[in-house]
């Protein structure tokens, strides 16, 4: 008699909020036996903007105009390189074979990671946005909560991005640079070194894909305007639909196999 083979078993398809929190539970309880990622994560962000301000001590309005700015670049950054190693070490290493292989939904792992690092990118935001605006005196005209919620989308952005770019590099050293292709050309083009309308007509039509743009045009509105404005809904909007996309398109990345 042929032998009856078990088929394996089909990952459901739906999220489900168990499964979910247990996925982020894991990646958090992973992340707090490695220190020095922490700290990446949590310090590095304060630490630049300590630095910048005393960079320009001398000059307290430069501070004002680009602070803001990179209060929502310097968690995307951070989040994107933390991001893409971490879950690039799970993939090598095999971990994501054997949890595909269970009874496990690639939109549940991609939610539970991005809960987990989202979970820190709140704290990560928190600290940076407190430490600009009450010890380091940005002063901007519009709400500290709509800096803060900038400043997380901006983290949460970092972190989908970080996802995605995982499953394009086979080591951590080929993960780092994908940062020159998909972090510099938004840095420079954001409208942070110069306004996005006195770039070239190809450039700035480039930077209007750019989700980096509206980071910093939200960030910018806050700045100038004590209410909400269309402008700023439109930017966090933008920056929120972006970061949902990323990681959808992180899901469909997701291999049963490990390279």
């Known amino acids: 008699m042929t032998p009856r083979t078990t088929p394996a078993p089909t990952p459901p398809k739906a999220l489900n909020l168990s499964r979910t929190t247990a996925t982020a539970a894991r990646v958090l309880r992973q992340l707090t036996h490695d220190p020095r990622t922490i700290a990446l994560l949590l310090l590095i962000p304060c630490v630049m903007l300590l630095l910048l301000r005393y960079v320009f001590d001398g000059s307290p309005r430069t501070f004002d105009n680009i602070g803001a700015s990179l209060l929502g670049i310097f968690p995307l950054i951070t989040m994107f390189l933390v991001t893409s190693i971490a879950t690039l070490r799970e993939r090598t290493s095999g971990t994501l074979e054997r949890l595909l292989a269970m009874p496990l ?32 005196g940005l002063d901007v005209t519009g709400s500290p909560w709509l800096l803060l919620l900038v400043a997380l989308l901006d983290a949460l952005l970092g972190t989908a991005l970080g996802l995605f770019v995982s499953a ?35 450039l700035e039509t480039l930077s209007d894909v750019l989700p980096m743009s509206y980071a910093v045009d939200g960030m910018n509105e806050v700045l100038h305007h004590t209410d909400m404005t269309a402008t700023f809904v439109r930017d966090v909007l933008i920056v929120a639909g972006c970061a949902l996309l990323v990681l959808t398109l992180g899901a469909a990345t997701l291999r049963r196999r490990t390279a």
């Open 105 to 136: 939904g690639k939109g549940d792992l991609i939610a539970g990671y991005a809960l987990a690092f989202g979970t820190l990118a709140i704290i990560q935001s928190a600290l940076a946005t407190g430490l600009a605006l009450w010890l380091l």
């Open 168 to 202: 394009f590099a086979a080591s951590e050293f080929q993960a780092v640079q994908f940062m020159p292709a998909v972090i510099f050309p938004q840095l420079l083009l954001c409208g942070l070194f110069t306004p996005r309308d006195a770039m070239h007509p190809a």
